[in-house]
């Protein structure tokens, strides 16, 4: 296939799809992964698309976030959702798990719930890792620097510090869901973070309510068959054939 003709392809893929990754043009291309990213930042450049990390998304798509709000403001938005989310996540604790934590206003609602003393908790969120030890449950803090706007621990300590362990579970937070992009959020060290939690845990969970749907942010985190999703509501049934969504009333 020529130059040309590849990049033109590569257009109507991402306008179709809205949001691609280098793998899947690769496949559907039969090409490198080399090639396709040049052809992303060729196209880039010109307008015809948008570069992000790990694929593109299409110049329509104005669901690409590549800005984040304070953990102030987040903590203000669908009280309700998050409150029945957090409750039905806290309650899938059991005996003896080990389990990561992800930094988050849902996930640290979700701190209100657990009762389980028999587990062991970990986290990157500093609010997170008060409000556990406050609660006299048995908990680590990871190391690493500290991002004011999130109040996360991040950097490569933070992922060194991970790959230590294996938890049994981990629920995670997330800034956008979409079928193509899967699992995203607009800062790159804390996709970094939440990539190797993911990796070491056997059981993931995203914790998102409806309004999470049909969002893309510039960095994916996972693919959207990686976690199961706990929320209030499914937008579209798209989602349930890709991966297990319970929805919480």
Known sequence: MLTEERRARIIEIVNEK??????????????SAATIRRDINALNRSRKLVKVFGGATSLTSHDVNTKEDAVKMKAQKNVAEKDNISRYAAGLIED??????????????????????????????????????????????????????????VGPDCIEFIRKYHFTKAFM???????????????????????????????????????????????????????????DKVTSKEYMSQTTVMVCD
Not at 18 to 31: I, M, P, R, Y
Not at 102 to 130: E, P, S
């Open 96 to 153: 003896n798990d080990f389990v990561y934590i992800d930094a988050g206003t849902t996930t640290l609602a979700m701190i209100d719930y657990i009762n389980n003393r028999q587990a062991k908790y970990i986290t990157n969120g500093v609010v997170h890792a008060k409000r556990l030890m406050e609660k006299g449950l048995e908990t680590i803090m990871i190391g690493g620097r500290l991002k004011a706007s999130t109040e996360a621990v």
């Open 173 to 231: 937070g997330t800034n956008g869901i979409s079928v193509q992009a899967g699992f995203t959020t607009p800062d790159v060290d804390e996709a970094m973070i939440k990539t190797e939690a993911i990796r070491h845990a056997y059981m993931s969970y995203v914790l998102a309510d409806h309004t999470k749907f049909d969002e893309v942010n510039s960095v994916t985190f996972a693919n959207i068959g990686e976690c199961n999703i706990i929320t």
């Open 18 to 31: 809205k949001a691609v990754s280098v793998n899947e043009l690769v496949d559907l291309l039969d090409t």
